[in-house]
T-cell receptor, first 110, second 112 residues
């Protein structure tokens, strides 16, 4: 049973516009959430995180929003750049385990 | 600064063969873990360790063994390889369990 879900396998956005990636989770015991970015033939790299006691965290062009009642988090990228084209994974932490979603492939076109 | 180093980068096995995927980190991280990445399945946790001498199962542990004799190393053993174990394997480490993992560059394994 998938505890962390990313229902959009892919997303295409024009350069300069906003990219919104979504993630849903089922386990209310998760206490920390992260987003990772992955380029082909490389390992995932950490992007941004948020504690369950917060509802927003911002780092430059990247903002993560957490809605605990809906068990939903989202990643906003503004403005989107061609270098942002990658696969994005959301992840949730619970009991020393980091559980990942299935990923969303973001393509930013000129 | 090497970070998390995985070897080999590529490996082809025949069904039934055994092998060990190596993982080493030089960041003095207590926590280490192994994931596999499959199309449409994302990253799934195989095994993890919160410190030397301590290991535990993740989401998909069957067919894999791990040990943690030192802080630096966390090898993953395939006891009898099966085609279902064809995947890309990632090792990761962090200071604390499950937070801000640093990943290696992966091992692409094919089992024929």
């Amino acid at each position: 049973d998938q505890q962390v879900k990313q229902n959009s396998p892919s997303l295409s956005v024009q350069e300069g516009r906003i990219s919104i990636l979504n993630c849903d989770y089922t386990n209310s015991m998760f206490d920390y959430f992260l987003w990772y970015k992955k380029y082909p033939a490389e390992g995932p790299t950490f992007l941004i995180s948020i504690s369950s006691i917060k509802d927003k965290n911002e780092d430059g062009r990247f903002t993560v929003f957490l809605n605990k009642s809906a068990k939903h988090l989202s990643l906003h990228i503004v403005p989107s750049q061609p270098g942002d084209s990658a696969v994005y994974f959301c992840a949730a932490k619970g009991a020393d385990k980091l559980i990942f979603g299935t990923g969303t492939r973001l393509q930013v076109f000129p | 600064n090497a970070g998390v180093t995985q070897t080999p980068k590529f490996q082809v096995l025949k069904t039934g063969q055994s092998m060990t995927l190596q993982c080493a980190q030089d960041m003095n991280h207590e926590y280490m873990s192994w994931y596999r990445q499959d199309p449409g399945m994302g990253l799934r946790l195989i095994h993890y360790s919160v410190g030397a001498g301590i290991t535990d199962q993740g989401e998909v542990p069957n067919g894999y063994n791990v040990s943690r004799s030192t802080t630096e190393d966390f090898p993953l053993r395939l006891l009898s390889a099966a085609p279902s174990q064809t995947s890309v394997y990632f090792c990761a480490s962090s200071h604390r369990g499950g937070e801000k993992l640093f990943f290696g560059s992966g091992t692409q394994l094919s089992v024929l």
